[in-house]
C-alpha cells in the first residue's frame, strides 16, 4: 500500500540543516502519523505521497514548504526588568510570551544590561531542512483516526 490521503505513515527521520548538524530525530521509536492532515510540513508531505513501506528518501524542504521566511518584526527589545522575575536569563532560552492573540513561544536572542530581545519566529523558520526519511509502515486510518485528524498507537496519540 502506498502513502495517500488519510494513510496512518510510520517514519524514521533525522532533520538535519544545512551545516549537517542534527536538529531533530524520531529516536528508537518510529514516528507515527496521519497523512494529508498537516501533521508534518507540507515539503515533506508531498515527497512522501505515494511512497511505500521500505523505502528512504532524501530530502531538502526549503523555507516556504516548511516553518516559512523569518520575519523581523516578530523580532522584538524589551526592557530587562520586564522579566526580572525569570531567573538566569540567557540567549537560548525559550520562554511563553501573553500578547494580545494569546500566549506563544519566543526564544530569547540577545541579554544586554538593560534590554532583552526576543524572537516569535519558530526557531525553524528560514531553514531550508534536510530530511532522511525510511518508511516503516503504511496502512489505513480508523474511523477514530480521522475523526480526531491524527494517529493513534505507538508512536503517535494515546486518544
Ligand atoms: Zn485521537
Known sequence: MSIHQNSVVAIHYTLKDDAGTVLDSSGD???SYLH???NLIPGL???L???DAGDRINVAVAPRDAYGERDGTLVR???RSALSEIEDL???MRLQAESNSGVHAVTVTQVADDTVTLDANHPLAGMTLHFDVEVT?????S??????GHAHGPGGHDH
Open 36 to 38: 494529508g492532515h498537516g
Open 77 to 79: 527589545e524589551v526592557p
Open 29 to 31: 521509536e518510529p514516528l
Open 49 to 51: 505521497t505515494g511512497r
Open 45 to 47: 508531505e508531498r515527497e
Open 137 to 141: 509502515s503504511v496502512r489505513d486510518a
Open 90 to 92: 540567557q540567549p537560548g
Open 143 to 148: 474511523p477514530d483516526e480521522l475523526w480526531h
